[in-house]
């Protein structure tokens, strides 16, 4: 089992960064795919990034070129860099692990980019 801790979200101004993080509660070099989902108020959550475990990442359109994720597998933490943020990016933000069939997630952190 694994248990998920999203941080790094919070309110910004349009163009403006964020990096949020996830940190897992063991070792994540075992785990096939990570990834960050969003949910805006009234949408369907949806992917946003995904990165395998040979580091092979996938990305939203939208968020192609600004979006950046990344694991460190020695801190059991997964990334997700946002730049030139967009007001369309403010949902709230989750961490997900898919490990031997089983999928984990976590409990959401709320990001806010204002116009």
């Known amino acids: 089992q694994v248990q998920l801790a999203e941080s790094g979200g919070g309110l910004v101004q349009a163009g403006e960064s964020l990096r949020l993080s996830c940190e897992a509660s063991?070792?994540?070099?075992?785990?096939?795919?990570m990834g960050w989902h969003r949910q805006a108020p009234g949408k369907q959550r949806e992917l946003v990034a995904s990165i395998t475990s040979t580091g092979r990442k996938n990305y939203l359109d939208s968020v192609k070129g600004r979006f950046t994720i990344s694991r460190d597998n020695a801190k059991n933490t997964l990334y997700l860099q946002m730049d030139s943020l967009k007001p369309g990016d403010t949902a709230v933000y989750y961490c997900?692990?898919?490990?031997?069939?089983?999928?984990?997630w976590g409990q959401g952190t709320q990001v806010t980019v204002a116009s």
């Open positions: 997900r692990a898919v490990e031997r069939g089983y999928i984990y």
């Open positions: 063991k070792s994540i070099e075992s785990i096939d795919v």
